[in-house]
């Protein structure tokens, strides 16, 4: 359909009623209808065949390809990745990938590696055809808003020739994936403007969903997505603005326009944004290289991973031993003399639980404890790293640093700690991976506990960059009462060293979600 204002046409929307016959839509609007599609054509085949000429060239890793060549390997292999970016453009890189016989076997290592016999193209080509796709939707946005070909026609050409737009579209890159939804964004939002006189109709609505879903495929793709997002909500505002001022447009009307807007320009778009994550757990199922970032309990969903559905000790006791993880800040792990928070796995990471009378340590290797001996919360307890035998204290005397000193046997209140449980009783079990504690030092002569935390800071050089753990002073007074609000909440790992008679607990595997 087209619609007329004065002498000029616009693409599309739905002034003109739906049951009008052909041969009443004026003949200068057909033929303004006719064109535009005409150069709407040639621009889309003018841009695409600038896009992939040479394509293949060069037959090597080139630029950022070393880094989104990788994600696509791990959707191939359903290999579980962290990343900072959204995962829609990777996901639908690794698609094209699959569709054209790659199978995620080319390491991507550093630019400049040659792909040899990687078919490579099919991901090339996906985004060099989103990339050139920007042309004519740029020349449908600004023949829309300006009613005027001329600018139309010369925005379109600016695109075309646009050195930079035109090289980001020829690898395996996110830019031209992100572009084309911004893009479609844009031009779905001046359709919808055009609409504005036939509020509620088929096109207003298509139009309308229409950016509200290519919104949300901005922001799946890079963050950078927001600023199309910002834009379009001050445009809704504006328009918005004017209907609130409109006369003719009641109360229950706005109503109607402002909860259309909120469903298709808010919800809508968290909704996509939520669906590509859903189906980014879904592909990447398996154990990879981003197991390290999450936490124990979302491990245990990963196939292939050392505690995917695994057994375990059902509570945590003296000899037990464990790895200490944070949860705020779930990537690193408490580790070593130096006591620094290391996100990988480890034999430096394993800590042994003693009680904190060394009289009743008649069992070095705990062999022998029955149900009395398990951690409650409240309990006191000393951790000793399993490798040496130092123990972990707090060196109050030195801005409350956290280190490791001490001989097996040799020991002062400095190396206590009382362990929370996070939303529980005192006296309650502490399960490992599905529990969250708090570890609060035990020293009996400060004012104010203070609890195990990382200063998310990373050591120098010789420390080899990790984070350095510390436990500063907090806000809650020494009391009897729970700790609320101390800084610094971890959770339990469990590695073994408990008995095989105790209840086992069987970790849950519920999916990726």
Aim: one cysteine or more; charged letters at 15%.
């Amino acid at each position: 359909m087209a619609v007329v204002e004065g002498d000029r046409a616009w693409l599309w929307p739905d002034n003109v009623d739906d049951g009008a016959k052909q041969e009443d839509v004026p003949q200068k609007v057909k033929a303004d209808l006719i064109l535009d599609l005409v150069l709407i054509s040639l621009l889309s085949l003018v841009a695409w065949m600038t896009r992939i000429y040479h394509l293949s060239i060069p037959a090597s890793v080139a630029w950022d390809e070393t880094h989104f060549g990788k994600f696509a390997n791990h959707y191939i292999k359903n290999e579980f990745y962290f990343d900072v970016h959204p995962p829609l453009a990777k996901m639908l890189i690794a698609g094209a990938g699959y569709l054209t016989n790659y199978r995620g076997d080319f390491a991507f290592k550093q630019p400049g590696d040659a792909y040899e016999q990687t078919p490579y193209y099919g991901m090339r080509l996906l985004c060099a055809t989103m990339g050139s796709a920007v042309v004519p939707m740029g020349y449908v946005a600004v023949r829309v808003a300006s009613s005027a070909r001329t600018p139309a026609l010369l925005a379109a050409m600016l695109l075309l020739a646009e050195t930079s737009l035109l090289t980001a579209s020829r690898f395996i890159l996110l830019d031209p994936i992100m572009l084309f939804f911004i893009q479609a964004a844009l031009t779905a939002t001046f359709l919808f403007r055009a609409c504005r006189t036939r509020p509620f109709g088929v096109w207003w609505w298509t139009s309308l969903a229409t950016t509200g879903v290519m919104l949300g495929c901005a922001i799946s793709c890079k963050f950078v997505g927001l600023f199309i997002v910002l834009f379009v909500g001050l445009y809704t505002a504006n328009d918005l603005w004017e209907l609130w001022g409109d006369l003719r447009v009641s109360i229950r009307t706005w109503t109607a326009h402002f909860a259309a807007r909120v469903g298709t320009l808010i919800l809508l778009p968290i909704i996509v944004y939520l669906a590509c994550f859903w189906l980014h757990f879904a592909v990447c199922y398996r154990s990879g290289p981003g197991d390290a970032f999450m936490s124990s309990g979302f491990q245990t969903t990963l196939q292939g991973s050392e505690i995917y559905n695994r057994s375990m000790p059902q509570y945590i006791a003296l000899g037990s031993v464990v790895t200490i993880k944070q949860f705020s800040h779930a990537d690193s792990m408490i580790q070593q003399q130096q006591v620094t928070a290391y996100r990988y796995r480890d034999e430096n990471n394993r800590w042994l639980i003693k009680t904190t009378n060394p009289l009743n340590e008649t069992h070095d290797n705990y062999e022998d404890m029955h149900t009395q001996y398990l951690i409650r919360s409240g309990d006191r307890i000393r951790y000793a790293w399993f490798i040496p035998p130092p123990a972990l204290p707090v060196d109050h005397q030195i801005h409350k640093v956290v280190t490791c000193y001490g001989d097996q046997g040799i020991g002062d209140v400095n190396d206590e700690w009382i362990i929370w449980k996070e939303d529980g009783q005192h006296g309650d079990h502490i399960q490992p991976v599905v529990d969250r504690i708090r570890l609060i030092h035990g020293w009996e002569n400060v004012t104010r506990l203070c609890a195990l935390a990382s200063t998310g800071k990373k050591l120098p050089k010789w420390g080899f960059e990790q984070e350095a753990a510390k436990a500063p002073l907090t806000c809650v007074i020494a009391s009897d009462s729970r700790p609320a609000c101390l800084y610094g909440t971890l959770s339990f790992t469990i590695t073994g060293g408990l008995r095989k008679t105790f209840p086992s607990l069987k970790c849950k595997v519920s999916g990726p979600a």
